[in-house]
């Protein structure tokens, strides 16, 4: 059974950082291609950041340089650092793992206060 929860999420105020994870059992972690999602009330799910078996990543044009996606195969976990955060950026953020198919987190909600 595969299992990604996410953690990390909460009220942070406009300008700061939060640090999500995202734990993974149930699937061939290192071969997975990983990504963190998110989604705001009303609007559709976007990707925020990917990172690939091999390590190579790719960010949405909106968090480009402040956000910072990484994993760590020996845990099987996955990790969006944040920074300078927006209350735009509101939303829950969604872990995605795509190994033969695509497998979702629960949501972890993110909060910016302006």
């Known amino acids: 059974q595969v299992q990604l929860v996410e953690s990390g999420g909460g009220l942070v105020q406009a300008g700061g950082s939060l640090n999500l994870s995202c734990a993974a059992s149930?699937?061939?972690?290192?071969?997975?291609?990983m990504g963190w999602y998110r989604q705001a009330p009303g609007n559709q799910r976007v990707v925020v950041a990917t990172i690939s078996s091999g390590g190579s990543t790719n960010y949405a044009d909106s968090v480009k340089g402040r956000c910072t996606i990484s994993r760590d195969n020996a845990k099987n976990t996955v990790y969006l650092e944040m920074n300078s955060l927006k209350p735009e950026e509101t939303a829950v953020y969604y872990c995605n793992a795509h190994v033969l198919r695509n497998f979702w987190g629960q949501g972890t909600q993110v909060t910016v206060s302006s």
């Open positions: 149930g699937i061939m972690f290192s071969i997975s291609h």
